[in-house]
Structures are given as structure tokens and as C-alpha cells.
């Protein structure tokens, strides 16, 4: 049985990364390290609770006489690096949470692992030649693209983050690639787009328009709403990353996006039209007194976000060709599940 330190877990996308690999491979025990902040949720792991291979920890990756002490407690041979705090808005409002976490936390994280795991630089110790840290990352610490639609993030986009977030997720990713370099660790660094599916947290914008046209409120949309991201479903995410922690080259980075480029305008529009066929606002006890024929009557357009990247696309082309990896679902159809899961957890 080989364990690995899975971080993060209870957040969105650790959440449906960590019932898929239990699942998928019977010789991993998962140790899953969260400090349950607003973004984690226990309840989001209620399937596995119980899983004999299944290990929950709260804690704080920054604590390096904890991490260190799961390292030898559980033998960690691998690591999969998801803990974060990612809700730009709030970077925005307490960046300095953001550096603490993203760059301290993950500094202490790899560290740990390097003198657990190596015996001097390019020489692991005896049985641990195999071992991995897989740092998960955005697209956002590649800044901003221009409207053309043939230009994508690529492995190779000089970074330009603009936001704190971003800037923290960039510099966590340096240090992971330098932990490479200059010490001979295994890494694998990846970068996804936005991500949608179940269980994310209900700040997130597909949440939001869900939640709030549910409750019969103003959809908020930032500026003009035609800010565009690259929209992948959670699940092909899980698939990508378990490729690339398994199969990807060490030292390498991997971008994974779901080639669904959308403009917020187009997002919001096309919950609505889902809403509207699965809950009709007239069959909203919430929209009694001021009955509407379409949840669109509800977006409203706020005030754009400080510093709010324009659009975001990635070329997926590396891990497609290399890994064999492939996005099994289009928004299309990934957003109908969406919102089915949705409503089934808030009504």
C-alpha cells in the first residue's frame, strides 16, 4: 500500500479528485490534510468517509512540524497539491492570506517533502526514487489574452499574473519548479481553467447565478459580462491530473483546459435557459410576488472587479498529444449536470 498526501481535499476539485482515485486505484491510501476553511466542506467527502484507504487530517500546511510529522506517521511517497486560497475577490480584499498560503504553504509543503524524500540534491534516499509532487495551478498567472481567438495559453506563456492570487499562485509555482532544479525532485506542475461541476463553493460564479436565481435575487454580473474563461468540467480535471501525476514527464508543466471558451454573458444566459425548462419561475415560491417569464430578468451588472483579466484560453495541445489525455465533456452537456446537481442540493 502506498500513501499519498492529498491537500486541500475538501475543497471543490480535491472533492471529486479523491472518490475518483480511491475508486480507480486500490493500492493508494489517501491522507487528506485541509484546514476547513470557508472553501473546505467535510461534508463534501461524506462518500468516502468511511472508505477503509481514507485518511481526514485538519490541519494547515503551513505547520512544518505537522506536515513533517504525517510525512513519517503514513511513509507519504507522492503528493497531490491542492490546497489554496483561490477566490480572487477575496485576494483582492486580504492578499497577505493569500501569500501566507499559496507561497508559504506550499514552500513548507515541498520542503518537507525534499527531506523526507531526498538524500542530498539528485539523490533520493533508498526506496524513494519515485516519489512525486504534483502541484496543481490556474491559467490565471499568465495574465491576460488579447480577443483573437487563435491566441491561447500555452506551456511556454511568459507569466503576467494580475491579481494577488495569481501573483501567489505564480510564485508557488517557481518555487515547485525550482525545487526541480535544483534539487532533483520529482514535480509535475499543472494549469487548468476555470472549473464547473459539483460541489463548488457557492461564491464561484456558476453557483452564484444558480443560487441567486433560485432565491429570486439579482444576478450580479461583473462590467460588461463579456469577460471570457475557458470552462472545463471538474471530472475531466480529475482525469487530466491523475494522468499527468502518474504518466507526465518529471519537471514538467501541463496545461488542461476544456477548449469551451465562454464570455460570462454567455454563461449566465445559458443557466437560465436551463433553469427555466427544469424550475420554471413560475413554480418559484420565491418569485410569487413579482412573477417573471425567464430567470434572465434577474441579471444585474455590478461594478467590474479591480484588475479583472479580460480573457482567458488554453491550448491543451501538450497533454492531448503526450499524455493521451481528452476533455469527455462539452459545457453543453457538463452544465446541464451542473445544474441538475444543484438543484437537487438547494431545493
Not at 237 to 260: F, M, P, Q
Request: proline share 5%; aromatic share 12%.
Amino acid at each position: 500500500m502506498t500513501s499519498i498526501l492529498i491537500t486541500g481535499g475538501a475543497g471543490f476539485i480535491g472533492s471529486n479528485f479523491i472518490p475518483y482515485f480511491l475508486e480507480k486505484y486500490p493500492h493508494y491510501q489517501v491522507i487528506n490534510l485541509d484546514l476547513l476553511t470557508y472553501a473546505g466542506n467535510i461534508s463534501n467527502l461524506k462518500e468516502v468517509a468511511s472508505h477503509p484507504r481514507y485518511t481526514f487530517v485538519q490541519g494547515n500546511i503551513c505547520n512544518r512540524k505537522m506536515v513533517a510529522s504525517l510525512f513519517e506517521q503514513y511513509d507519504i511517497r507522492g503528493v497531490i497539491h491542492f490546497a489554496a486560497e483561490s477566490h480572487v475577490d477575496n485576494s483582492i480584499q486580504t492578499p497577505g492570506l493569500f501569500i501566507e498560503t499559496n507561497v508559504n504553504g506550499t514552500y513548507t509543503l515541498i520542503d518537507v517533502a525534499r527531506n523526507y524524500w531526498m538524500q542530498s540534491p539528485f539523490v533520493a534516499k533508498e526506496g524513494y526514487g519515485e516519489c512525486r509532487f504534483h502541484h496543481i495551478s490556474t491559467d490565471e498567472v499568465y495574465g491576460s489574452l488579447s480577443d483573437d481567438p487563435n491566441d491561447l495559453f500555452t506551456e511556454t506563456t511568459p507569466y503576467a499574473p494580475n491579481s494577488p492570487y495569481s501573483a501567489s499562485k505564480a510564485s508557488s509555482d517557481m518555487i515547485v519548479r525550482s525545487y526541480h532544479h535544483t534539487y532533483g525532485l520529482h514535480t509535475i506542475i499543472t494549469n487548468c481553467s476555470n472549473n464547473y461541476g459539483p460541489k463548488q463553493h457557492q461564491e464561484k460564479l456558476i453557483p452564484t447565478i444558480i443560487r441567486k436565481a433560485l432565491a429570486g435575487e439579482p444576478i450580479p454580473i461583473y462590467g460588461d459580462g463579456k469577460n471570457v474563461r475557458d470552462w472545463l468540467y471538474v471530472q475531466d480535471h480529475c482525469k487530466g491530473i491523475d494522468l499527468a501525476y502518474h504518466k507526465g514527464v518529471s519537471g514538467e508543466t501541463y496545461n488542461i483546459g476544456g477548449r469551451n471558451e465562454r464570455t460570462n454573458l454567455q454563461i449566465v444566459h445559458t443557466i437560465c435557459d436551463i433553469l427555466d425548462e427544469q424550475f420554471p419561475p413560475s413554480d418559484n415560491p420565491h418569485l410569487s410576488h413579482s412573477p417573471i417569464d425567464s430567470y434572465k430578468a434577474l441579471i444585474s451588472f455590478v461594478k467590474d472587479r479591480a484588475g479583472h483579466d479580460r480573457r482567458y484560453g488554453i491550448d491543451t495541445t501538450k497533454i492531448e498529444q503526450e499524455l493521451g489525455w481528452q476533455a469527455e465533456e462539452n459545457f453543453e452537456s457538463g452544465i446541464v449536470k451542473t445544474v441538475k446537481w444543484y438543484l437537487g442540493e438547494m431545493q
